[in-house]
C-alpha cells in the first residue's frame, strides 16, 4: 500500500533561519511525491512534485525538496523563512496503480515567528 | 493550471438535513475528486467523478450519503444527506491535469448543528 507519514505535528522556526518539514514514504515502485500548502480558510495550493530526474525539486515560494530513495524521505525545506510561509503543509504520493488515488500526510503545521 | 471555484464557501446546517456543493472548473477534465478534510486533519478521497458514469466511491463513503452528480466536463455537486455533526467537515473538489499536478478548489466549511 502507498502512504506517506510527516512525524511533526509542528514545526516551530524563527524568521530567516532555514526550515525543514519532513516526509517519508512507503510505496512500491518509483514514486510520484508532491508538497501542497495550505493557508488558513483556504484550498490546498501545489508547491512542487518529483516525478524523475533531479533528487532536488525547486517549487513555488522559494521551496525546494530532496528525493532520497535510499531514506524514503522527501523533506521540504527553504534556506530562509518568511512570516508568511506560516501554513498548514501537506506531502502526497500518487497511488502509481491507481492514478485516481493520491494519499496525504497527516500534515505539518510550520510557525514561523518575527 | 486549473482555477476551481466551489458553492457554498461556508454553511451551518441542521441535523437531519442535506446540502449540495457545487464545484466549477475553467476547463475540460475527465475526472474531479471530492475530499473531505476534517478540522486539523488530513485529506481523505471521498470520491472520484467521471463525467457521464457513476462516481467510484471510496471504502467508507457510499452513495446514498454522499451522491455526487457530473453532467458535464466542467462542474461536479457533491451533496452531503442527511447530516450529523460528525459531518462537519471542509469538503474540497480537485481535479488532476497533466504532469501530475493536482488544483484544489477553496472549499466548502460545513457545520452540523
Known amino acids: 500500500a502507498q502512504s506517506v507519514a510527516q512525524p511533526e505535528d509542528q514545526v516551530n522556526v524563527a524568521e530567516g533561519n532555514p526550515l525543514t518539514v519532513k516526509c517519508t514514504y512507503s510505496?512500491?515502485?518509483?514514486?510520484?511525491l508532491f508538497w501542497y500548502v495550505q493557508y488558513p480558510n483556504r484550498g490546498l495550493q501545489f508547491l512542487l512534485k518529483?516525478?524523475?530526474?533531479?533528487?532536488l525539486v525547486k517549487g513555488s515560494y522559494g521551496f525546494e525538496a530532496e528525493f532520497n530513495k535510499s531514506q524514503t524521505s522527501f523533506h521540504l525545506k527553504k534556506p530562509s523563512a518568511l512570516v508568511s510561509d506560516s501554513a498548514l503543509y501537506f506531502c502526497?504520493?500518487?497511488?502509481?496503480?491507481?492514478?485516481?488515488?493520491?494519499?496525504f500526510g497527516s500534515g505539518t503545521k510550520l510557525n514561523v515567528k518575527p | 493550471s486549473a482555477v476551481i471555484s466551489q458553492k457554498p464557501s461556508r454553511d451551518i446546517c441542521q441535523r437531519g438535513t442535506s446540502l449540495t456543493i457545487q464545484c466549477q472548473v475553467d476547463s475540460q477534465v475527465t475526472m474531479m475528486f471530492w475530499y473531505r478534510q476534517q478540522p486539523g486533519q488530513s485529506l481523505t478521497l471521498i470520491a472520484t467523478a467521471n463525467q457521464g458514469s457513476e462516481a467510484t466511491y471510496e471504502s467508507g463513503f457510499v452513495i446514498d450519503k454522499f451522491p455526487i452528480s457530473r453532467p458535464n466536463l466542467t462542474f461536479s455537486t457533491l451533496t452531503v444527506s442527511n447530516m450529523s455533526p460528525e459531518d462537519s467537515s471542509i469538503y474540497l473538489c480537485?481535479?488532476?491535469?497533466?504532469?501530475?499536478?493536482?488544483?484544489f478548489g477553496p472549499g466548502t466549511r460545513l457545520t452540523v448543528l
Open positions: 502526497a504520493v500518487r497511488d502509481r496503480t491507481n492514478f485516481n488515488k493520491f494519499y
Open positions: 518529483y516525478i524523475t530526474g533531479d533528487n
Open positions: 510505496v512500491s515502485g518509483n514514486p510520484y
Open positions: 480537485s481535479v488532476v491535469l497533466t504532469y501530475n499536478e493536482q488544483f
